[in-house]
């Protein structure tokens, strides 16, 4: 792992006791917008969680995916790759709920525009199954007005 990234999530992990929604924990990270640092911030975020979630098997599966289609989204299209802006990430945890937040530096798009990637005219297409998985991964998926923010929560009783 790239020192630079490692330091600066240990620099934010804030304890936060039995707080809101039963989030124990908050992780934040900034991504730099380069496509080769995805599956090291993944690995950060779920090494963290899998200690902490009740769940091991939905963070190692669901978590990780959806995680890496969230801040690949927001590279590729909402950033555009471009090494100036970054990408933050805050993830609030406890054994039961986890809620992650991604953000891009970009215009923002309308989700209620991706197309369906099952429906029959959209198959050979190449966008919308990012999308389509992180609304099937996890159990609550939402974003911002702007549209350059994805909200994703995970909860396990």
Aim: overall charge negative.
């Amino acid at each position: 792992m790239s020192q630079p990234l490692r330091s600066e999530l240990s620099a934010h992990l804030a304890r936060l006791g039995a707080g809101e929604r039963g989030f124990e924990a908050e992780l934040t990270m900034a991504v730099p917008s380069r496509i080769a640092v995805v599956e090291e911030a993944v690995e950060i975020v779920a090494r963290h969680l899998e200690a902490h979630f009740v769940d091991r098997h939905t963070i190692r599966f669901n978590l990780r995916v959806a995680l890496t289609e969230a801040l690949s989204n927001a590279i590729i299209y909402g950033n555009a790759e471009d090494p100036a802006k970054q990408v933050r990430v805050r993830v609030r945890f406890g054994r039961f709920a986890v809620e992650m937040e991604v953000a891009d530096d970009g215009f923002g798009f309308r989700p209620d525009r991706v197309p369906d990637p099952t429906l029959p005219e959209n198959l050979t297409r190449d966008d919308g199954r990012g999308l389509f998985l992180i609304r099937h991964l996890m159990d609550e998926v939402r974003f911002n007005e702007r549209g350059n923010s994805i909200c994703m929560i995970l909860r396990r009783a």
